[in-house]
């Protein structure tokens, strides 16, 4: 017999029968895929939208293991895992190339047997599948077997559009069909977009010509069949990227994807998070500490690292800095052995940061970030100025448009040995905090943000006609 199911048509809350929309969620296996994912479930959940999240075992034994109270007392959220084909949990996972392969060609497998086991048991079945567009391939396992499919794109519109113009780079010679740059210049994809350098598209930045080749072919042939999905959501918003948006016009923003203090909330930190900075945030002045955090992949060699650490000292503020166990080539050693004694006054270094709460304190001035997409979505959306360290991937192009297209923040500039220097991070943190308006065109991005992502906002809009599909299916 069928369920009646009632929705509210203020806040979309269903009133449940025994039958509700029942989604399976499923990031890329890395930090900055699984944090967008874990804020969409929460999303979801809290408008009782059933929720099955996916994650490999290797994720989430790391995820348990970072956080054991937070795994298993979702409201309307179960937790799955299935293998990467990459060996037990425990093994390193250093190749991204590795990964991807292995993805390609064992995964599809694993996901169909998952979700026929269980639409094959007594519970609610899946009908929904939530993916991330770097596994595209799941989309033509949903289709096989007669799921409607929901694609996230966990980065910048910008990004989506570079892959949108693959084609016209082969045709136009500026990467060979397996991604190659045939020369180092800069590209302009788009009038209305920065230059790129064909050093930074992404897929090139990472491992040897054989990594960046698989790379490439993945993310491409996943670009590909996510065009068929029932629906592309982007965490981003319109009003951030209005003209990228009409390049996307098929992908729909659904961002700032921030996470909220659901007590419930699915965890989604691979490392064990530190929450006692927050205590020491309260004790500093407003907006005068300078959080310093490289998402979960950069890594400094010790030369770097020392230069960062120094430039923080004589930078005579107070600072909170992420030093990931794994951030340093080798082991983690300060400048010399008085430095920890020398700024423990008025600096903190811990090993991974609630960075969102962080971002959100009054006392914090300036964000140094490797400027990953969830780091840039969520530091302009607490309204932080940036100075930009990219590392490698979409970092590049992210760094382009916080400091040349919506000019809140600046470039740090190497030097001739590729180091950047302290008196560069001294100089550069002093142009940044005495620039008004530079704060002035970060806190109205803050406003945009809040604005989009509220009952009447562009992404609410768009958030509330994709639960509305989810609830009519
Ligand atoms: O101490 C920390 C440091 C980071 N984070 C969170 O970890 C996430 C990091 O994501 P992101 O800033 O995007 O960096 P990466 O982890 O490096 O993300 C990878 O994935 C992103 C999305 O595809 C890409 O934009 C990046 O370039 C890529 O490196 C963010 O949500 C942060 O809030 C914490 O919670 N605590």
């Known amino acids: 017999m069928m369920q009646v199911i009632r929705v509210?048509?203020?806040?979309?809350n269903l009133e449940m029968g025994s039958s509700r929309p029942h989604a399976l969620v499923m990031?890329?296996?890395?930090q900055g895929h699984v944090t967008p994912f874990v804020k969409i479930a929460n999303l979801l959940a809290q408008r009782s939208i059933k929720i099955t999240f996916l994650n490999t075992?290797?994720?989430?034994?790391?995820i348990t293991t970072a956080s054991p109270e937070n795994c298993n007392n979702q409201d309307h959220i179960d937790l799955v895992t299935m293998p990467d084909g990459l060996g037990p949990?425990?093994?390193a996972r250093t190749s991204f190339g590795e990964l991807v392969d292995s993805f390609a060609q064992t995964a599809p497998k694993y996901l169909e047997e998952l979700i026929l086991k269980i639409n094959g048991s007594e519970g609610e079945k899946i009908t929904w599948l939530i993916v991330d567009e770097n596994m595209g391939w799941a989309v033509k396992v949903a289709k096989k077997l007669g799921i409607r499919q929901a694609v996230l794109w966990p980065c910048s519109a910008a990004l989506r559009t570079l892959f949108v113009h693959i084609p016209q780079l082969i045709e136009t010679g500026v990467i060979d069909a397996h991604g190659t740059p045939k020369e180092q210049k800069l590209v302009q994809i788009s009038p209305t977009m920065p230059a790129i350098n064909t050093d930074h598209f992404g897929w090139n930045c990472i491992g040897d010509l054989k990594e960046q080749q698989?790379?490439?072919?993945y993310m491409y042939s996943n670009h590909q069949i996510v065009k068929d999905a029932d629906w592309l959501l982007c965490n981003s918003f319109d009003e951030l990227e209005p003209t990228e948006f009409?390049?996307?016009?098929?992908?729909?923003?659904?961002?700032p994807l921030l996470s909220d203090s659901h007590p419930n909330g699915l965890a989604g930190?691979?490392?064990?998070?530190d929450s006692t900075c927050l205590e020491w945030l309260d004790q500093q002045p407003a907006s005068s500490v300078i959080y310093v955090a490289f998402g979960s992949v950069a890594m400094f060699d010790e030369r770097q690292f020392h230069e960062l650490a120094l430039g923080l000292e004589l930078s005579n503020r107070p600072f909170l800095w992420v030093v990931r166990p794994d951030f340093v080539e080798g082991q983690v050693a300060y400048p010399d052995e008085g430095f920890q004694a020398r700024v423990a006054a008025r600096g903190r270094m811990v090993g991974w940061a609630p960075q969102q709460k962080v971002l959100a304190?009054?006392?914090?001035?300036?964000?140094?970030s490797h400027c990953g997409w969830n780091s840039t979505i969520e530091g302009l959306s607490s309204g932080v100025p940036f100075l930009c360290w990219p590392y490698f991937a979409d970092q590049f192009l992210n760094q382009s448009y916080i400091s040349d297209i919506w000019k809140i923040g600046l470039y740090l500039n190497a030097d001739n040995e590729g180091i950047i220097s302290r008196g560069e991070i001294i100089n550069k943190i002093e142009e940044l905090l005495t620039d008004k308006k530079v704060r002035d065109r970060v806190l109205r991005l803050k406003k945009m943000a809040k604005e989009s992502a509220s009952e009447g906002g562009s992404s609410m809009k768009n958030l509330n006609a994709f639960i509305d599909a989810m609830l009519q299916t």
């Open 214 to 217: 698989t790379v490439f072919h």
């Open 8 to 12: 509210d048509s203020e806040d979309r």
């Open 361 to 368: 304190h009054p006392s914090i001035a300036c964000f140094i």
């Open 27 to 30: 990031p890329f296996p890395a």
């Open 246 to 255: 009409l390049l996307n016009p098929y992908v729909l923003p659904v961002g």
């Open 57 to 62: 075992e290797a994720i989430q034994q790391r």
């Open 269 to 273: 930190n691979l490392w064990k998070e």
């Open 89 to 91: 949990p425990e093994n």
